[in-house]
Each structure stands twice: as structure tokens, then as C-alpha cells.
């Protein structure tokens, strides 16, 4: 949690002092809501665009994930659930001026998304396993389902800590899943499943709860390898490359995600739905006594 806690304070001193005092080249502006949203003293409101409402959440999710036994006692999975068909513009490509991005941003389908849709698509798939997990965005650059493009994609996807069955059971339960989605990358699965060792578990749900990180590069590797020297197949192909959200990308991101809360992104399947809600519970309080003054 330390860690956690500084990544995303330090991201959101970047982020307010790219808005605030904006440099000669600047390129982005968000929205008047996002920026309410990043203020400290909306925390109680558990905006997911406030740092600090993802660490107050995150230390309340990850109390509740180390009580329940199901966990504990595993057998556990790590899921991530990306179709193409929850991919989306972000619209801001053309736009001269920094306002009028932001403004096509809101406007965007990416914005808009209903993230319910996700939600059940998951809870389908899982049946009667239980599951708890978030819903998050990831930038691609120039990229979409259909390959290469001139405008940026946001793709909605989900994170999801599974117990009660083993890698293979698991597998076998999410591959009608997998074969009627295909992700926004050719050859790459829709849905990715890792086994969660007992001393690995905390890092893997935190990793379900951090807000939007990385930027998702799709370059092509035109490298010859040695196995296709060898071989005679040709390793040449598209490659996702990751690396870290630029400040003006993430101010990008905020418009998208702008009106989410962190209660409405967290969901869960089966006794993960009973999690999801006395976390949802806790985290509220400070919103709940607000609202009642």
C-alpha cells in the first residue's frame, strides 16, 4: 500500500500542476467537473479521478478481501476481461484548440459507455464462481480493432480477483468467453487468467484497484530472431508495448472517466457481490454522513 499510495500522489501533484500552471506547448485541458473531481476535499465523494479516494478505498477493499475465507483459502485466479467490442474513439483528434478536445472527450462514446454492459458480460461468463473486481480504461494510441488508425481508442476492460476454482477449471468455464470475443489486438486473448500464489495476492488485487497507468503502444517488430533464423517462420509481427501514462494523456483520461465512482466501477459475482457491497458500504460512510448534514 505505501507504494500505491505514492504512485498515486505524486501522479496527482503532476496532473494539478499540469492544469494549473499549463506550459507554452500545453495541449490538454479537462473539463471543469474533472478538475473538481481531483480536489482533496471530494474524497468523501469516492470520484475515480481522485487519488485520494482510491487509496481510502483501496485499504477499505483489501481489509475485506484478507477476511474472506474463500480467498484465504483459494484455490485463486487473476482475470482480465478486454473484448474489442468495449473499445471506443476518444474523438479529440482534429480539434485545433485544447477546450474543444476536451469538449469532444465528453462527447465521445468512450464517456458514454454504460459500464454495466462489461459488468454482466463477466458475471455471464462466471456463472456460479464467485468473483470480485473493477472496471478500468486503457489508452491505445492510434489504434483500434481493426488495426492501425489516426485517432486514439479507449478500451473498457476488468479486473477481476476469481476464487473456488483451480487455473484449468477456470479456463475450460471462460473459453465459450474467449472464443466470442476477440480482443482489440489480433493474437492476443480477450481474457487472460494467472494463477495467485498465497504470497502474491495482495499485489495482484491492488493491481485491480489503481486508476489508469500505462499507455498501450501497438508497434511492429520488424526484428529477424534467432528462432526464425533457425526455424524459417517469421517472427515479424504487432506488438503491444506498454509504458507510463504521459501527464497530458492522463489529463485525457480524466474526461473519460469523469463522473465514474469507484462504489459503481467495483462489482462482483456470486459471494463477490456481498464483498463488493460491505466494502461499497464502508467506503460510503463519510459520502452518506455528508449528505445527511
Known amino acids: 500500500m505505501p507504494t500505491f499510495a505514492e504512485v498515486h500522489l505524486r501522479t496527482d501533484d503532476r496532473i494539478k500542476d499540469y492544469l494549473e500552471y499549463p506550459r507554452k506547448n500545453y495541449k490538454q485541458v479537462a473539463c471543469r467537473d474533472a478538475i473538481d473531481e481531483l480536489q482533496r476535499s471530494n474524497a468523501y465523494a469516492l470520484y475515480a479521478n481522485n487519488a485520494y479516494s482510491r487509496?481510502?478505498?483501496?485499504?477499505?477493499?483489501?481489509?475485506?478481501?484478507?477476511?474472506?475465507?474463500?480467498?484465504?483459502?483459494?484455490?485463486?485466479?487473476?482475470?482480465?476481461?478486454?473484448?474489442?467490442?468495449?473499445?471506443?474513439?476518444?474523438?479529440?483528434?482534429?480539434?485545433?484548440?485544447?477546450?474543444?478536445?476536451?469538449?469532444?472527450?465528453?462527447?465521445?462514446?468512450?464517456?458514454?459507455?454504460?459500464?454495466?454492459?462489461?459488468?454482466?458480460?463477466?458475471?455471464?461468463?462466471?456463472?456460479?464462481?464467485?468473483?470480485?473486481?473493477?472496471?478500468?480504461?486503457?489508452?491505445?494510441?492510434?489504434?483500434?480493432?481493426?488495426?492501425?488508425?489516426?485517432?486514439?481508442?479507449?478500451?473498457?476492460?476488468?479486473?477481476?480477483?476469481?476464487?473456488?476454482?483451480?487455473?484449468?477449471?477456470?479456463?475450460?468455464?471462460?473459453?465459450?468467453?474467449?472464443?466470442?470475443?476477440?480482443?482489440?489486438?489480433?493474437?492476443?486473448?480477450?481474457?487472460?487468467?494467472?494463477?495467485?500464489?498465497?504470497?502474491?495476492?495482495?499485489?495482484?488485487?491492488?493491481?485491480?484497484?489503481?486508476?489508469?497507468?500505462?499507455?498501450?503502444?501497438t508497434a511492429f517488430l520488424r526484428t529477424v530472431s534467432r528462432d526464425q533464423a533457425l526455424t524459417g517462420f517469421d517472427t515479424r509481427a504487432w506488438r503491444i508495448k506498454k509504458d507510463w501514462l504521459r501527464t497530458g494523456q492522463r489529463v485525457r483520461l480524466l474526461d473519460i472517466m469523469v463522473g465514474r465512482t469507484l462504489d459503481g466501477l467495483l462489482f462482483g459475482n456470486r459471494e463477490g457481490t456481498t464483498l463488493a457491497r460491505a466494502i461499497r458500504d464502508e467506503a460510503l460512510k463519510p459520502f452518506r454522513a455528508c449528505e445527511q448534514r
Not at 483528434?93 to 463477466?122: C, T, W, Y
Not at 491505445?140 to 484449468?168: I, K, M, Q
Open 55 to 217: 487509496i481510502a478505498f483501496a485499504e477499505i477493499a483489501l481489509k475485506h478481501v484478507a477476511a474472506e475465507p474463500g480467498i484465504v483459502y483459494g484455490p485463486r485466479c487473476f482475470v482480465t476481461i478486454s473484448p474489442a467490442r468495449f473499445a471506443f474513439s476518444l474523438a479529440d483528434r482534429g480539434m485545433l484548440d485544447p477546450e474543444n478536445r476536451s469538449i469532444m472527450r465528453r462527447l465521445s462514446e468512450a464517456a458514454h459507455f454504460k459500464i454495466h454492459h462489461l459488468q454482466q458480460v463477466a458475471r455471464q461468463a462466471f456463472g456460479d464462481l464467485p468473483f470480485i473486481g473493477m472496471v478500468e480504461v486503457a489508452l491505445f494510441p492510434s489504434w483500434t480493432s481493426s488495426g492501425w488508425a489516426v485517432f486514439d481508442s479507449a478500451s473498457w476492460h476488468c479486473h477481476l480477483l476469481a476464487w473456488g476454482a483451480t487455473h484449468e477449471e477456470l479456463n475450460g468455464t471462460l473459453r465459450p468467453l474467449r472464443e466470442r470475443h476477440t480482443s482489440i489486438k489480433e493474437g492476443v486473448t480477450s481474457v487472460h487468467i494467472q494463477a495467485v500464489p498465497d504470497d502474491d495476492l495482495v499485489r495482484q488485487f491492488v493491481y485491480a484497484l489503481k486508476a489508469p497507468q500505462k499507455v498501450y503502444r
